[in-house]
Antibody, heavy 118, light 112 residues
């Protein structure tokens, strides 16, 4: 059974970098058939796609966030990570990691709330 | 960016009655490979989104057959033939044809 689990600090100070990791279990992150993504949801609001990557590091990102995003994948640990720099209160959200095809998400993690506040 | 507009935003439904959600995109979602990348997700209270329908009309494994998707081009619909209590939540359509991937605003389904 596939399981995705987000982890990282729940509180980040303004102007600092938000760092999250998604640990995948029940399946290999190296399978070429799949892509791995980050999506966020501000409290009480809708969903915003952030970035999609494949196991070899090729990425597709939301240009509204592009300059602040750094992503990585660690196939030895079956994990992928997101760094979002220069955060503001507008970056407060539940962050989800997900698996899918290039243009789709078929399986989501449970999400982790990140609050940006001093 | 492709704008995806859902209606209604709030949908009160009596148990056992049908429900329908519309999703319209600002550009055609037909991709050059012949596929239309329009998906539907259900988000129950306190849960992460769950995909119900992919590529317009394909139901995911385990999704009850009372859920169905249809449409083409820029106009799409999610239908629930008979609403059950477990269907309460927010429904999102999402387009994956054009970058960036974008979601509709969500439709909140509640029981009358």
């Amino acid at each position: 059974q596939l399981h995705l689990q987000e982890s990282g600090p729940g509180l980040v100070k303004p102007s600092e970098t938000l760092s999250l990791t998604c640990t995948v279990s029940g399946g290999s992150i190296s399978r070429t058939a799949y892509y791995w993504a980050w999506i966020r949801q501000p409290p009480g609001k809708g969903l915003e796609w952030i970035v999609t990557m494949d196991y070899s590091g090729n990425t597709y990102d939301n240009r509204s966030l592009k300059s602040r995003i750094t992503i990585s994948i660690d196939t030895s640990k079956n994990q992928f990570s997101l760094n979002l720099s220069s955060v503001t209160a507008a970056d407060t959200a539940v962050y989800y990691c997900a698996r899918g095809a290039l243009r789709d998400f078929d399986f989501w993690g449970q999400g982790t709330l990140v609050t940006v506040s001093s | 960016d492709v704008v995806v507009t859902q209606s209604p935003l709030s949908l009160p439904v009596t148990l056992g009655q049908p429900a329908s959600i519309s999703c319209r995109s600002s550009q055609s979602l037909l991709y050059s490979d012949g596929n239309t990348y329009l998906n539907w997700f259900q988000q129950r209270p306190g849960q992460s989104p769950r995909r119900l329908i992919y590529k317009v009309s394909n139901r995911d494994s385990g999704v009850p057959d009372r859920f169905s998707g249809s449409g083409s081009g820029t106009d799409f619909t999610l239908k629930i033939s008979r609403v059950e209590a477990e269907d309460v939540g927010v429904y999102y359509c999402m387009q994956g044809t054009h970058w960036p991937i974008t979601f509709g605003q969500g439709t909140r389904l509640e029981i009358k």
